[in-house]
Every structure is written in structure tokens, then in C-alpha cells.
């Protein structure tokens, strides 16, 4: 049971918008920056989202992070098939000393 | 270009120490701002973070995990180790190695990761 909180599964007809919550508390969202990423079937994680909202580069401007308070947000627009994925946020976590992820969520485009 | 591959074995007994090594290239592990992390990932199930080890050689590791696990590293070689001692099935998992940039503490993100490294644990 991770410390923080994702939906375990979204799902949204493409070329739409789906969005994906992770839920924390003071000790890690609250107080530190959340990153995000994407893992395809079968491959590593790959950095989508860095410090709460920038885009790395190569990124598409498709996926938008935000965050208020102690939980975070993952968008994803104009949904494609290939955006099937488990995504991850993490952060860092004051009582832990050290990074947590969230328990992963399940995007189907259907 | 940075560049991250995991090695070690693919099958361990139970009790058995795993001794996982991260090569890689493109960066320094001598530089400010630097890490390496192993996270592990359960067959169907969430990432998990182990431990991680700054450029100035400061360490962290998982507080479940902590009195099994150490992370060293070889500046010289470009790599990271880490092993795990006690091995038990529920280990079973595909070891990740990734580069960090740090700016403070709290701001962090793991921006390379390695291929993975599937380590069956089975007597």
C-alpha cells in the first residue's frame, strides 16, 4: 500500500481528456515536487512530468501536470491509442527520507 | 547521450545475497546534482523505490528494506551496486537502475532509466 494514493484504473474514448489523480499528504505532495511517468507494456518508465507541471523535451505538450495542496494531477489530451500505459507519480517523503511512487494507474483508451 | 544497463543474475535461491551492478554512461556520478536510484518493480505490480546514492556519496535507502540493502558506487567505472542480502521469492521483481537530477531534497526526478533486470528468486 503505497503512501500515495492513484485511481488503479481510467479509461476514455480517444481524443478526449483523462485525467489522473495521486493523493498525498504534508509529508511528501505537500512539501516536495511530484513527478510523473509513463510505462509502456513491456518497457522502463520514462519521465513525463517534472517539478509538479514542466515537460521534459521530446515530451507531447498532450500531457499536463498540476498540483494543489497535498494531491497532484496528470492530464492527458487529444487521448491516442498509443497513451495506453501504467502511469506513476512520485515525490518525496519526509518520514520515509527518501522517494515514493504511487500505486500505479491503468489508462485504457477505448 | 546517458545511458543506464542493469546486470547481475536472472535466478537466486532463497537466503542468498543478490549482488546487482548499474553501468553507465553519459554523466559523472562525481558531479553536483547526481544520483542513482534502484527502484524494483513485482511482476504486475507498482514501482517500488530501494535505495539511492548521491554524487558526494550520501545514501538513502528504503526504511523496509534498509537492513538488507547497500548501495555503493565506483566513480572510476561509471557504476552503481547494489545488493540485497536474505533473498526471499516475494523479491522476485525486475530491478531498475535511473539517473537523478537533484536541485534540493524535495526536488528530484529520475530522468534515465536502465532496460530492467528480472531477478527470480527460486530454490
Known amino acids: 500500500q503505497s503512501v500515495l494514493t492513484q485511481p488503479p484504473s481510467v479509461s476514455e474514448a480517444p481524443r478526449q481528456r483523462v485525467t489522473i489523480s495521486c493523493s498525498g499528504s504534508?509529508?511528501?505532495?505537500?512539501?516536495?515536487?511530484v513527478s510523473w511517468y509513463q510505462q509502456l507494456p513491456g518497457k522502463a518508465p520514462k519521465l513525463l512530468i517534472y517539478y509538479d507541471d514542466l515537460l521534459p523535451s521530446g515530451v507531447s505538450d498532450r500531457f499536463s501536470g498540476s498540483k494543489s495542496g497535498t494531491s497532484a494531477s496528470l492530464a492527458i489530451s487529444g487521448l491516442q491509442s498509443e497513451d495506453e500505459a501504467d502511469y506513476y507519480c512520485?515525490?518525496?517523503?519526509?518520514?520515509?527520507?527518501?522517494?515514493?511512487f504511487g500505486g500505479g494507474t491503468k489508462l485504457t483508451v477505448l | 547521450q546517458i545511458t543506464l544497463k542493469e546486470s547481475g543474475p536472472t535466478l537466486v535461491k532463497p537466503t542468498q545475497t543478490l549482488t546487482l551492478t548499474c553501468t553507465f554512461s553519459?554523466?559523472?556520478?562525481?558531479?553536483?546534482?547526481?544520483?542513482v536510484g534502484w527502484i524494483r518493480q513485482p511482476p504486475g505490480k507498482a514501482l517500488e523505490w530501494l535505495a539511492l546514492i548521491y554524487w558526494n556519496d550520501d545514501k538513502r535507502y528504503s526504511p523496509s528494506l534498509k537492513s538488507r540493502l547497500t548501495i555503493t558506487k565506483d566513480t572510476s567505472k561509471n557504476q552503481v551496486v547494489l545488493t540485497m542480502t536474505n533473498m526471499d521469492p516475494v523479491d522476485t521483481a525486475t530491478y531498475y537502475c535511473?539517473?537523478?537530477?537533484?536541485?534540493?531534497?524535495?526536488?528530484?526526478?529520475?530522468?534515465?532509466w536502465g532496460q530492467g533486470a528480472l531477478v527470480t528468486v527460486s530454490s
Open positions: 512520485a515525490t518525496w517523503d519526509d518520514s520515509l527520507n527518501g522517494p515514493v
Open positions: 504534508s509529508s511528501n505532495i505537500g512539501n516536495s515536487a
Open positions: 535511473a539517473h537523478m537530477t537533484i536541485v534540493t531534497t524535495i526536488l528530484f526526478y529520475f530522468d534515465y
Open positions: 553519459g554523466f559523472s556520478l562525481s558531479t553536483s546534482g547526481v544520483g
